[in-house]
Structure formats: structure tokens, C-alpha cells
């Protein structure tokens, strides 16, 4: 079986990689190109622990092939922080206590990165059913939405500076 | 040295940032399957397709000759294990059955039994081979549910099990593993004496533990027989001992190094993969990587019991309870060791009760193993006697709380499984709960509010620390937890607190098998007890030990100095005037004073403080859909005394979302051949952040005299109380009892409206 050639912008760095057909997008994340921060927990789309960001959108990295990736623009949980200097939504993460185990994070954090990308201002409910496709076994998920909650006000603090 | 009564604790208490959050939260932390090695390659594992059946024999010369495959193994690798116990993990585990659960012998008894393994250089060629491997079975009749299990005409699963517990001893085999019982009192005369007696019938499903991480592991053996083992678990030392023992290796052989750990909850305390990549490794001469699917997780790693509940409870009209009695029957999936035993010993164990009965059935069935889950056992026990306890309150015509709090087990009740009750908080539970203002506000139509408490025992056991002096002043600590929750935190707390030093100065490491002494499992609520205990107690002889330096420093007597704040002073005048001598400066000095500044304690903690929980919660209930809303939710809980209160507010959190799942949605589906239907997140539903509200958090604290910072385990008991708490509140919303877990929508609209379920089924 051929690989395919694919070239892509990854957390901003253009890349380029071979894959096979069959390969997910998560595949060539963690097993091609080592960026192992996007975490494979169902493989079907449920569990939202692979999410990355393609083209501005969210996406689970597990539903999407790697070949698919051509001429993308990809965020991963690896490209957040800007060197020393956490995103919000981690800082709050930390403050708020709002991983245990910390499997479910990177996906939880992308996906909350998405949302504020899209909606500054989400009510509880809109952040509780926009994260409903990230499960999160350890904290009953009080936690995760204060540190959304709480990163989004605060990036809007930012904004309004 | 105690330090509960210590005036003002700087750190234990506060909510510092976790030192291994950042990896966290950057994708930087390595869990089990992350991990790559040069030269590795992959293993998979061939599952049997049949409930039941005979293994007649097992092809592999299609599959070896599939280009690109490096090994396959069958049961005929594996060197056979007596059948000892062995309390490694969490429960004891007989060891021949944890081996053949890795890897069937002779029969395969459960959808989902691993029978074959190969390794290859991908996943894709190694998929491929395994649809190469020919399996001839015969399958034979099967027995899913622990009431077929029990009857007398029930295919068996083992010819070698006879029921243990029975007088005289049986002589025909059974699925009934085991019975057991415990007694306190005259129970005939007990109900005998009763005004109101109340018998129901409950029933339980079978609950995954549901961590989002799959089992994984990287192994590599060495042509002298050397290993390497990197894996996700609860246990390192649990892993190597397990390893071990089933392919044949000396533990000194075997170095565990444990990975971040992507949630456990009693799941990884037992072995799957490690034994069979051990075998494919030492086949192939590669490391070799195994990660299982969703799908294997939920077929053939362990879920908790499905269970039935028979629970009578006899009173007086004022609420005194005077007789209880249960009868818990428990499947243990495809082997003995149902956590009936526990269950059996939780169910009334928050209650003051003259006479009590209880009898719990251990069931073999063919299902996956249950492997140990959250307080295992209670939590069943629990929706039983806690719904029936409601069920008597509404009888009689007493507030919930009121009839728990009348017959509230306290300091000096001698429990029925034999205890006799110290420095426990059930009823500071109850009175907190009831002062709550959520239990307070006034509830509108189609809600309900429902209460119940659970407990659960905390554990203690082996466990190991080191504190090592750096040579600037800074302090790593060595622990040999896996940390699940957080726990690096509570250690580096502990350790700053006790040496008087800020808690960034603090450094803590999960060490593997060979970098600290033998630890128990991340299981049990024992790591900030236990684990806690072993690392204040070696940070405690760093600080004599530094003591000891500054004494020589200054030639004086080591009594002559005192340690405080991270510093050493003269004790008083007549010890000297000398300038103080901080951690920075003896670190700085110590090749001069002795050499490096170290401790390392080990110790098997004793007096792990009772773990007591109420919990409050309200629902409302969409009669057109069957849909059951939390509206709000209150955990009431001693925790001893919380050392990272946000980690503890975590754990409560934790547990009352996976009971809501257990309450309203889980379970798993089986097909009339035995297979499962629903092995992924889509249809075994977990709850999602939609599902739920904010959980609000009661930490009540009554000290645990064993431990120096009076810490008890708090991770389990929050399961125990909300399956009954959310039954409860249903029936309080809509004056319908259910008494079939899950309450799911369907199973609420057959009960609101039996009507066209029947008209359907005629």
C-alpha cells in the first residue's frame, strides 16, 4: 500500500508528512508526528479527547483522516500556550483545579479555546452543552465550567483593554 | 508528631496549583499509550466472539506467515499459576484466574475473552493477522443474570468451584462462589418487635468504571530475560508482582515505571496487557505496544456487578430501627470474586441497629471479570437499604433526615461486621445536610427532593516515601502512588508544611519499581492517608537529621536545636547565640556535616478513618419523555480534614456525576448470545457536562486521630449515597418508586404510563 504525501500548517509550522489511507488524523498526530497531547479514548467520536482546531473549526481528530489534512490549518493542544505563557483557558484550568486525572484536559482545553473563539461571552448552559461532546469521567465537570467561565470573562477583560 | 492540633497550618489546607498540572494542561504529560521506543512494534489481541465455549483448538500458520508479523502467543505460552490469592491489588485476586482471565485456558468464558495475541509492525498488519488466526470452538449454553446463575440447572462455568461458606461442605459444583454472612443480635426477635416492617426488592445493572484513558503498555524484555514495563495503571508494584506471576519472571527482574494515569477508578488495579506483551516482546525481541480499544474496554475489562437487592427493614412507629436484614446477590462476571463481601459489610454500616442479618452471594457468570470499582460493592448495597430506608421514612410519616439521624451510627456503636465505631462523623453528615438552605428551599412542580448517606471503610496498607535535601535547598519527595487525582499536590503540602518551606521548594516524583520501596495501590482512598503518613513521617527525620547538622555546625547538642520555619535556631539562651541556619545553608554544607541529607520511610498504615457521606438532590421529571433533570445537587461529606480542599471538592464532585450515570443511564446491553450491544460512549451513556449542574460541596471535618494532618479517604464514599438520592427524589417528584436501576427515560415512561407498554406487548 502507497502512502500519501501531505503538507499542512500545524500549530503554525508548516509540515509535511506520509500517510497511509486508512490513517486518522489522530493517527499521524500521535504516532507520525509525536504530538501525542491529543489523546485517543473511543476512536468514534464520542468522547472528544482528540479535539483539535482545523480551519478555525472543532473537530475530533479521530473522525477526520490524515489525507484530509492537505493545505489545513491545524491546532493542537501542543500549539495553545505561546512559549512560557499559558492560554487562558489552561491557566484557569490550573487555578480552578479542573483536572484530575488530566486524560480528558487537552481535548476539554481545545474545545474551550473554540468555543470563546466563537462565542466571548457563553452562559453556563451554552458552555455546558457546547463541552458535552468532551467527556470528562473524574470531575463532574463543576470545575471545567467554572475555569471556562472564568478564562472567557477574563479574556474579554483583556479585549476590552 | 500530630499536627491536628498544630495552631496555624501555612499550606495543608490551602489550594496551590498542582506541580504536574502544566504538563497537563499543554498535552506535555505522558500517559500509557504515548510512549515510543526504538525498534517497538504492536500487539493485538484475538477476543472470543462466544459467551461460552470450548476452545478446540487455534490455528496461527496463516497468521505467522502474514508478512510483517513478529509473534503470536496462545494460552500454550503461559506457564500455569496455582490458585493462590494474592493482595496486590485492590481485592485479592487468586492469581490462576487472573492469569486465565488474561488469556483463556480451555474454555473461553465471556464475548470478549482474550484467546490469541500477535504483535506485528503495525496496528493494520496486526489487525490483519489476527482475522488470520483460526479459532475452532464449540460453543456451549451460557448464563448471564445472577438469579439464572444461582439456579440449580444453570450451565456452569467451572466444574472446580464449590460453594465456599456453606456447612456441610457441597458436593456438586455451583456459580455460587461463595456465601457469606454477617450476624449481630436476634434477628427474629428483632422484627418480632417491630410496628412496621418494610420488604422491597431492588435490582442493580453492571456499571463501567468508564475512564476515558484505555488500558495501555509499552513492554521490552531482554534477551536475558530483563524488563521493562511502561504502563498506565493504579500500581507499579501491582503491575510488576501481577507480571511476574503469571508469565513466570523474578520481580527483580521487572521495572515498572508507572505512566500518567488517565483515570482508574478501581479498573486498573489489575492486569490485561502487561503479562501478553511481556510474552510478545520476549517472542519477538521488540519492545512491543498494546493499547486497547473503547470497544475491548467495555467487552473485556472489568465492569462493577450487576446486583439484587432484597432488603427488610422492621421499626418502631417513632423510626427506631430494631431488625434489618439484606440478601446481596452479586455477579463476579467469569470469575469468583464479586465485591459482595465488602457490600455485605457497608450495607448498614451508618446505622445503630440492635439486630441485623445480612447474606451476600458471590455468582460467576458469563460476563468480563468485575474488577474493583469506586467504595466496590457498597454503592449497590447502598441504592438498596438507602431507598428502602426512604421508603420506611415515608411510611412513617418522618422526615428522611430525621429517621437517619435517630438511628445514626456514632462513636461506640459496635457495627455488624464488627467494628466498634471511633472518631467517625455520619451524624455531623446528617445535622450538616439538614442545615443546608438546599434543603431547605421550596421545590415547584414535577421535582422531587431525595437524601441518603453511604460510607465506605478508607484503606490503609504499604506504602513508601523519600525526602531528599537538594543541594540548593530544594526538596524532592518520592512516592510510590500513581497520582489520579492530584495527589503529588497533597504530598509536596505535607512535606512543605512539616519542613517549614515554601510549597514550590517541593518537588514530588512518582517513582517506579526500582527508584522507591514497595507501595500498595492508588486505590482504596489510602494514597493522602497512607501515602501521606509515609511521607510526613520521612520528612520528619529530615528534619532531625538537619538538626543533627546544625548541632555540629554549632558543636552543640542536636536537643539544643530547634527547627523552625525552615530554619534552625539555638533552643534557647543557654544552647548558644548563634545566627540561624537555613534549609539553603545546611544543603549547601551537608558534604561537610555527614553527607547528603535523605530519608526514605516505609510503613503499612493503620487506622484509616471511616469514610461517611450524605447527599441531597433534587430532579425534575419531564413526564412526556421520561427525562430525568438534575436540578441541583449537594454532597455532604467527612473528609477528615482536607488537605488540597479544591482535590477533595473534586473527588465529592467526581463520584456524584458517575452515580448519576449509574442512577439514570448506565448499563450494559447483552444480546440473547451474549454480546454486548452497547460497547461505546454513544450508547453506554456517561454523563456529559449537559447532564449536570454545579455540585455543591460540605466538607465536614472530624480529624483522623492516625493520620498527623487527621486526613481520612474521600475519593470513594461519594458514589455510595446518589443512586438512592436520585430514586429518592424521583419518587418524591412523582410518587413513583423505582426499584430497577437505570432510570432511564424509557423506564420512567413504562412507570408513569404502563398503559401503552402493555397494549404493545398484548
Known amino acids: 500500500m502507497s502512502k500519501h504525501h501531505v503538507s499542512a500548517t500545524i500549530n503554525g509550522e508548516p509540515m509535511e508528512f506520509l500517510c497511509e489511507p486508512q490513517q486518522t488524523l489522530l493517527d499521524v498526530l500521535r504516532d507520525e508526528l509525536l504530538l501525542t497531547g491529543s489523546k485517543e479514548g473511543c476512536s468514534s467520536g464520542d468522547c472528544g479527547a482528540c479535539s483539535v482546531i482545523v480551519d478555525g473549526r472543532l473537530v475530533c481528530s479521530c473522525l477526520m483522516l490524515g489525507v484530509e489534512a492537505n493545505g489545513r490549518l491545524i491546532q493542537t493542544i501542543e500549539g495553545l500556550a505561546e512559549g512560557d505563557k499559558l492560554h487562558p483557558v489552561q491557566q484557569k484550568f490550573l487555578e480552578h483545579a479542573a483536572l484530575q486525572c488530566g486524560f480528558c484536559t487537552p481535548g476539554l482545553i481545545v474545545a474551550a479555546k473554540a468555543l470563546i473563539d466563537e462565542n466571548p461571552d457563553p452562559t453556563e448552559e451554552e458552555a455546558r452543552y457546547w463541552l458535552a461532546g468532551n467527556l470528562c469521567r473524574c470531575t463532574g465537570y463543576d470545575k471545567v465550567i467554572r475555569a471556562v467561565l472564568d478564562a472567557a470573562a477574563e479574556m474579554r477583560a483583556e479585549a476590552a483593554q | 508528631m500530630s499536627y491536628l492540633t498544630k495552631e496555624e497550618l501555612k499550606i495543608v489546607g490551602s489550594r496551590p496549583i498542582r506541580p504536574d498540572g502544566v504538563d497537563k494542561v499543554t498535552g506535555r504529560a505522558s500517559f500509557g499509550a504515548d510512549l515510543s521506543m526504538p525498534g517497538m512494534i504492536w500487539g493485538k489481541v484475538k477476543r472470543s466472539p462466544h459467551a461460552h465455549a470450548r476452545i478446540l483448538s487455534i490455528n496461527t500458520e496463516k497468521a505467522a506467515a502474514l508478512p510483517g508479523v513478529k509473534a503470536i502467543i496462545t494460552r500454550a505460552d503461559f506457564p500455569d499459576v496455582p490458585p493462590e490469592k494474592a493482595y496486590i491489588g485492590e481485592a485479592p485476586a487468586n492469581l490462576r484466574d487472573l492469569s486465565r482471565n488474561c488469556m483463556a485456558k480451555g474454555k473461553a468464558l465471556y464475548e470478549g475473552h482474550a484467546v490469541a495475541a500477535v ?464 534549609l539553603g545553608d545546611l544543603a549547601a554544607k551537608a558534604a561537610k556535616t555527614g553527607g547528603p541529607i535523605s530519608a526514605e520511610v516505609q510503613l503499612n498504615a493503620q487506622g484509616a478513618g471511616p469514610g461517611f457521606a450524605t447527599h441531597i438532590c433534587d430532579v425534575e421529571i419531564d413526564r412526556e419523555t421520561g427525562f430525568v433533570k438534575i436540578l441541583r445537587y449537594t454532597a455532604v461529606q467527612d473528609v477528615g480534614r482536607a488537605i488540597h480542599p479544591a482535590y477533595v471538592e473534586g473527588q465529592m464532585q467526581g463520584g456524584v456525576a458517575q452515580g448519576v450515570g449509574w442512577a439514570l443511564n448506565e448499563e450494559y446491553i447483552y444480546d440473547q448470545n451474549g454480546r454486548l450491544e452497547n460497547p461505546g460512549f454513544l450508547d453506554y451513556r456517561v454523563p456529559v457536562a449537559s447532564d449536570m449542574p454545579m455540585i455543591e460541596t460540605v466538607m465536614v471535618e472530624v480529624p483522623n486521630p492516625r493520620h498527623p494532618f487527621g486526613a481520612r479517604g474521600v475519593g470513594e464514599v461519594p458514589i455510595v449515597p446518589p443512586m438512592a438520592t436520585v430514586a429518592n427524589a424521583i419518587a418524591d417528584a412523582i410518587g413513583i418508586r423505582l426499584r430497577d436501576l437505570p432510570m432511564s427515560p424509557p423506564r420512567l415512561l413504562a412507570a408513569l404510563d404502563p398503559e401503552p407498554i402493555r397494549a404493545a406487548a398484548e
Not at chain 2, 330 to 357: E, R, T, W
Not at chain 2, 479 to 500: C, F, K, W
Not at chain 2, 562 to 571: L, V, Y
Open chain 2, 119 to 582: 504483535a506485528a509492525v503495525s496496528p493494520a498488519v496486526a489487525e490483519r493477522a489476527l482475522d488470520l488466526i483460526e479459532v475452532e470452538y464449540e460453543v456451549l449454553p451460557h448464563v448471564m443474570d445472577v438469579e439464572a446463575a444461582m439456579a440449580s440447572d444453570a450451565p456452569l462455568l467451572h466444574d472446580d468451584v464449590f460453594t465456599v461458606g456453606v456447612d456441610p461442605k457441597p458436593q456438586k459444583p455451583s456459580n455460587i462462589a461463595k456465601v457469606v454472612r454477617f450476624a449481630k443480635g436476634d434477628i427474629e426477635a428483632g422484627f418480632a418487635e417491630a410496628e412496621v416492617v418494610i420488604e422491597r426488592r431492588y435490582t442493580t445493572k453492571p456499571v463501567h468504571q468508564a475512564y476515558i484513558e484505555p488500558h495501555a503498555c509499552v513492554v521490552a524484555v531482554a534477551a536475558d530475560g530483563q524488563c521493562t514495563i511502561w504502563s498506565s495503571s493504579q500500581g507499579q508494584f501491582m503491575v510488576r508482582g501481577y507480571t511476574s506471576r503469571i508469565v513466570g519472571a523474578d520481580i527483580a527482574d521487572i521495572r515498572a515505571i508507572p505512566a500518567e494515569i488517565g483515570g482508574g477508578f478501581g479498573g486498573k488495579t489489575i492486569v490485561y496487557l502487561e503479562p501478553l506483551a511481556y510474552m510478545l516482546s520476549k517472542k519477538s525481541g521488540r519492545p512491543v505496544k498494546m493499547v486497547m480499544s473503547r470497544e475491548e474496554v467495555f467487552r473485556a475489562s472489568g465492569p462493577t456487578s450487576g446486583g439484587v437487592i432484597e432488603v427488610k427493614l422492621g421499626a418502631k412507629r417513632d423510626g427506631t430501627l430494631v431488625a434489618t436484614q439484606v440478601v446481596l446477590k452479586y455477579q463476579a462476571g467469569a470469575f469468583p470474586g464479586s465485591p459482595v463481601n465488602q457490600g455485605s459489610m457497608c450495607a448498614f454500616a451508618a446505622y445503630d441497629v440492635p439486630n441485623v442479618l445480612v447474606t451476600g452471594y458471590d455468582v460467576v457468570c458469563n460476563r468480563p471479570k468485575v474488577a474493583a470499582y469506586r467504595a466496590p460493592g457498597s454503592p449497590i448495597a447502598a441504592f438498596g437499604v438507602e431507598s428502602c430506608m426512604d421508603e420506611l421514612a415515608r411510611e412513617l410519616k418522618l422526615d428522611p433526615l430525621a429517621l437517619r439521624a435517630k438511628n445514626a451510627a456514632k462513636d461506640g456503636t459496635k457495627a455488624a461486621h464488627g467494628p466498634t465505631w471511633a472518631n467517625i462523623g455520619y451524624i455531623n453528615t446528617v445535622e450538616a445536610a439538614r442545615q443546608t438552605e438546599h434543603y431547605k428551599t421550596p421545590l415547584g412542580p414535577n421535582q422531587g427532593r431525595g437524601v441518603a448517606s453511604g460510607f465506605w471503610f478508607n484503606a490503609g496498607g504499604e506504602s513508601s516515601a523519600a525526602v531528599h535535601v537538594n543541594e540548593d535547598g530544594t526538596v524532592t519527595v518520592t512516592e510510590g502512588h500513581p497520582d489520579i487525582g492530584g495527589s503529588r499536590a497533597s504530598m509536596a503540602m505535607m512535606v512543605a508544611e512539616v519542613l517549614g518551606v515554601p510549597y514550590d521548594r517541593v518537588r514530588p516524583v512518582v517513582g517506579d519499581t526500582t527508584a522507591i520501596g514497595f507501595s500498595a495501590v492508588t486505590g482504596g482512598s489510602r494514597v493522602t492517608f497512607a501515602g501521606g503518613m509515609a511521607v510526613t513521617r520521612a520528612t520528619e527525620r529530615v528534619v532531625d537529621e538537619l538538626k543533627k547538622r546544625a548541632a555540629i555546625t554549632w558543636d552543640i547538642s542536636p536537643e539544643a536545636v530547634e527547627w523552625k520555619e525552615g530554619q534552625a535556631f539555638p533552643a534557647g539562651p543557654n544552647a548558644g547565640s548563634f545566627e540561624p541556619l537555613s
